[in-house]
């Protein structure tokens, strides 16, 4: 049924992460947003799972989780914009930065979460977005993170939680660049977007749902 639902929108047009963003926008807001340093203790994890304005949420919603920026990653294309990655051709894919306390949440659970938010059995595709820049990538940095998403693909695999294989992608991190002001917290400041309404909200409360005990109190 959500399956559905995302193909009626899409052939409808009525929402997409390539909309403009509502509201009044600055000249600053179309300025690149700053990239946080980790702090001491900290790690740093990157991941791509479709349009980055749900995913940002949902990591920022969990324990142990102290800020997560919007990006691009996984392509060739310096410091590109959100324009130039959806026209194509940089090979990057909207992605999100997690900065997170490794001893309150582990590489293992943002794992976890990562392939529960998002469906990553479509190939260039989320919901009702297409195209190479909405494809899964999860990347590590060490071998055993590696290690620990190749088990974990293996047996959300196993375990038959989706009709079809995992297609995400497993690949060494190299380079993040921060996407405009504007992407960031979009989820959180623009409730009204249709996209957010109809994409988001339903994608974030399937997580929710699914993990109630990493949520930060409120």
Same mark, same amino acid.
């Given at each position: 049924?959500?399956?559905?639902?995302?193909?009626?929108?899409?052939?409808?047009?009525?929402?997409?992460?390539?909309?403009?963003?509502?509201?009044?926008?600055?000249?600053?807001?179309?300025?690149?947003?700053?990239?946080?340093?980790?702090?001491?203790?900290?790690?740093?994890?990157?991941?791509?799972?479709?349009?980055?304005?749900?995913?940002?949420?949902?990591?920022?919603?969990?324990?142990?989780?102290?800020?997560?920026?919007?990006?691009?990653?996984?392509?060739?294309?310096?410091?590109?914009?959100?324009?130039?990655?959806?026209?194509?051709?940089?090979?990057?894919?909207?992605?999100?930065?997690?900065? $997170?306390?490794?001893?309150?949440?582990? #590489?293992?659970? *943002? /794992? &976890?979460?990562?392939?529960?938010?998002?469906?990553?059995?479509?190939?260039?595709?989320?919901?009702?977005?297409?195209?190479?820049?909405?494809?899964?990538?999860?990347?590590?940095?060490?071998?055993?993170?590696?290690?620990?998403?190749?088990?974990?693909?293996?047996?959300?695999?196993?375990?038959?939680?989706?009709?079809?294989?995992?297609?995400?992608?497993?690949?060494?991190?190299?380079?993040?660049?921060?996407?405009?002001?504007?992407?960031?917290?979009?989820?959180?400041?623009?409730?009204?977007?249709?996209?957010?309404?109809?994409?988001?909200?339903?994608? $974030?409360?399937?997580?929710?749902?699914? #993990?109630?005990? *990493? /949520? &930060?109190?409120?």
């Amino acid at each position: 049924m959500q399956k559905l639902l995302f193909f009626l929108l899409a052939v409808l047009g009525t929402v997409s992460c390539d909309a403009a963003p509502a509201g009044q926008q600055t000249p600053d807001d179309h300025q690149f947003a700053e990239l946080p340093k980790p702090q001491p203790g900290e790690a740093v994890a990157t991941f791509a799972s479709g349009c980055y304005w749900c995913a940002e949420h949902v990591f920022e919603s969990l324990k142990g989780v102290r800020t997560v920026i919007s990006g691009h990653a996984g392509g060739t294309t310096v410091s590109p914009t959100y324009e130039q990655v959806g026209r194509g051709g940089t090979g990057h894919a909207e992605a999100i930065q997690v900065y $997170y306390d490794p001893k309150v949440i582990s #590489f293992e659970t *943002l /794992l &976890k979460v990562f392939f529960v938010q998002h469906d990553p059995t479509t190939l260039n595709r989320q919901g009702p977005d297409a195209g190479e820049e909405y494809r899964s990538i999860a990347f590590y940095r060490t071998p055993q993170e590696k290690a620990q998403i190749e088990a974990e693909i293996k047996r959300v695999n196993a375990a038959r939680r989706y009709p079809n294989p995992i297609v995400t992608q497993v690949v060494p991190f190299k380079v993040f660049y921060p996407a405009e002001r504007y992407h960031q917290d979009y989820f959180v400041h623009h409730p009204e977007n249709p996209y957010i309404q109809n994409v988001s909200t339903p994608r $974030y409360q399937h997580f929710a749902k699914e #993990f109630p005990q *990493l /949520l &930060k109190a409120h």
